[in-house]
Structure formats: C-alpha cells, structure tokens
C-alpha cells in the first residue's frame, strides 16, 4: 500500500457517548484508579507515538481532561455513535491523515503495545482491527481510502460492517481483559488491575 510519508497517522479517540446506562453522571469522568476514566485510554493512545491526537467530545469537562489532543465537540446531544466517528474522521480528512487508529474511551485497560502493533500493521494494510474470539472490533486502523465509507456509517453501529472486511492478516489477537468496557457503574469494579 503506497502511503505518503508525510501525511500523519492519527490516534482518534471517540469520547463522546450518551453514557445512558451509567446513570445521570457521565462515565468518562467516573473515577478508576484516581484518574478520570477516559485518561487511561488516552494515555495509552499517547503512548503509541501517533503523529497527532484528536478526540471528539461531547462534554467541555471530558475535553478538559485531555489536554494533549486537539477536541472535536459534538453539539447535538442526540447524536448516535456514527456521529462521533464521522466527526472524527472528517477532521482527519481536512489534516491530511493517512489513516485513524480508532480508539474507545470507555476501553480502559487496552495497552499502548496494542495501538502500537496496529499502527505498524498499518504502515502495510489499509484495514487493521482487534480480534477477540470470533469479534472484530476496535481498537481499529483506517487508511484514508476508508474516510469516505466511514463518513458514511449511521446509527449505533459505528465501523461493524466495514470492519468484518479486515484480513485475518491484519487483525490482531486480544485478551478479553483488555478490552474490558464501562457501561455501568458497577463495571468500574471489575476492571482488572493494569498490566493483568
């Protein structure tokens, strides 16, 4: 896959969900281990070295949390999931990119050596996603061949159709414990410890 070396490679985290079945309060900021939670796969996305970060957002407070990426907010409060990504992947595609790695704020315990595999399986594959027994799913690579259809999506979907394309070359095998996500307030408690 030729790929222009100059164009950057984005770690695009979508923090911009509804939160509806946490409750009142909005679970990207419930604390896990004294941090917010949307910093720990923030952090690990930064880790991974991409040339730039970008998050979308729904919330100023959720913004606030991650001062080292450029904030795409979401103003209508009733957006569904596609929306995110759309937002996302548009700015992206006025920046340039050669590709998004997708990254989920809810997903705490992903390591920054999973983003990084994907981010190397994208130097050669225009499609690259995690595996986790018979799901594909993200964390995801996107080239910007891709930006068109993913701009496309609606609903709560997201990627799901796009991704079930990727070559079993290019999806990565993931323990469960790291995809672990939050949807409601007792999923906090069984986050496994970092680095399990």
């Given amino acids: 896959m030729a790929q ?3 164009a950057p490679r984005i770690g695009l985290l979508l923090a911009a969900g509804h939160s509806r079945r946490f409750g009142a309060a909005d679970k990207l900021l419930a604390p896990l281990e004294g941090a917010p939670l949307v910093t720990h796969a923030a952090s690990a996305l930064r880790a991974a070295a991409p040339d730039r970060l970008i998050a979308v957002v729904r919330s100023a407070k959720v913004a606030a949390c ?5 904030t795409v907010a979401l103003s209508d409060r009733d957006a569904p999931q596609s929306a995110s990504l759309r937002a996302g992947v548009l700015r992206a595609a006025e920046l340039g990119a050669a590709g998004v790695l997708v990254a ?3 997903m ?4 920054a050596v999973h ?3 994907l981010f ?3 130097r050669t594959q225009a499609l690259a996603a995690t595996q986790c027994g018979a799901r594909t799913m993200p ?6 061949r891709y930006f068109g259809a993913l701009a496309d999506v609606s609903g709560d979907k997201g990627a799901r159709d796009l991704l079930r394309r990727t070559p079993m070359a290019a999806r990565i095998a993931c323990p469960p414990e790291w995809l672990a996500d939050i949807d409601r307030p007792e999923d906090l408690s069984r986050v496994p410890p970092e680095g399990s």
């Fill in 4 to 6: 222009d070396e100059d």
């Fill in 115 to 117: 983003f990084s595999a």
């Fill in 66 to 70: 991650l001062p080292e990426f450029e």
């Fill in 139 to 144: 964390p995801a690579w996107f080239a910007d």
């Fill in 104 to 106: 989920l704020g809810d």
């Fill in 120 to 122: 190397e399986l994208g």
């Fill in 108 to 111: 705490p315990r992903v390591p």
